[in-house]
Every structure is written in C-alpha cells, then in structure tokens.
C-alpha cells in the first residue's frame, strides 16, 4: 500500500516542487487589472493563485486590491507567513500591481467591483484591514493564514459577495 501511495504522490510532489525558486520566480504582471492611471472609476478585485512550491498542488493563496476614485496606484492588501519570521506583521498593506504572479503562479481572478458604490465598499475594506485580528499570527494549517484573511473580510463586508474557491485552505478560520 506505501508503495502504491508513494507511486501516486511522488509525481505530484516533484511537479510541485520544480520549476524557479522563490528568488527568480515571476512577480510580473499577469495583465489581468486595468491600468489605474487610464482608469479613473473605483475597482476592488481579488485574485487567488497557487500557493508557492509543493503546496500548490492543494492549496491557493489569496489577496484584495482596490484602487479608490481617480487613484494612480492599487493597494493591495495580503497576508504573507513568511513576514512573522523576520518580525513584521504578517498583514501587509502596499501599493503593488494587483494581478501579479505570485511566485510564478498566475493569478486568478475571482472578483471584480467597479463603478458606483464602490469607493463605499473599499472604505469598508479599509475598516475591516485595520480590525482584522490576526495581524501578527500565522498558521499554515488550520489558520489563520492567508486565506483567513480574506474570508474574514468578507464576512465584515458581505456586500463584497466575496466567495473563496475550495482550495482556499484556511478560509473556514474566520468562522
């Protein structure tokens, strides 16, 4: 039975683990996202791609972006695990491209407001970013993690009409 486990699970592990290392791995643009500066209405979008490495196989990771009225820039907002281990808040707020791959993996999109009511929302956003209570923890399983973070935020904003797909590991912390 090991072996016939092992025989199933090693491709997936080794397709999984190949490819750029986190250093080299794309964080380009995936051309998704319209350009802010030639966009003057408001645009909240949430993107999930394959979490990095081996766990891609199973897991996504997730993120907001929201670009306010007549805004140049997009903040995006995410939490990264890897940020506890050096000190930060596993929160991070920043100006970013919003679709861009993450670690190679190229993003989806999984929810896209523009146009009238939506600078009300990311207001909304901002309040539940700043209340969030899990600024400074991290679990990879069962959370929180990066997926809670979204989760919960829709949960404080359910006029987003956020819905996480199943690979959103972590997701169900928020409950």
């Known amino acids: 039975m090991r072996r016939v486990l092992l025989t199933l699970l090693a491709p997936l592990l080794i397709i999984g683990c190949s490819g750029d290392g986190w250093r080299t791995a794309s964080r380009e643009s995936a051309g998704i ?3 802010p500066g030639a966009t003057p209405e408001p645009i909240i979008q949430v993107y999930a791609a394959d ?25 995006v ?8 281990r050096q ?5 991070r ?25 939506v600078d009300d929302l990311i207001e909304k956003i901002e309040q539940a970013v700043e209340n969030y209570p899990w600024k400074e923890e991290y679990r990879l399983f069962p959370g929180p993690n990066s997926n ?11 006029e987003l009409g956020l819905e996480l797909p199943w690979r959103a590991i972590g997701s169900g912390w928020a409950d």
């Open 77 to 84: 907002f995410e939490v990264v695990g890897w940020r506890a």
């Open 33 to 35: 996202a319209p350009d």
């Open 148 to 158: 809670t973070f979204p989760a919960w935020v829709a949960q404080q904003v359910p």
């Open 93 to 117: 707020r920043t100006q970013d491209l919003p679709d861009r791959y993450w670690f190679g993996s190229r993003p989806e999109l999984l929810l896209d407001k523009r146009g009238p009511g």
């Open 87 to 91: 000190g930060l808040p596993v929160l």
């Open 51 to 75: 979490a990095w490495g081996w766990r891609g196989i199973f897991a996504v990771h997730t993120w907001i972006a929201v670009k306010p009225s007549q805004a140049d820039s997009y903040t």
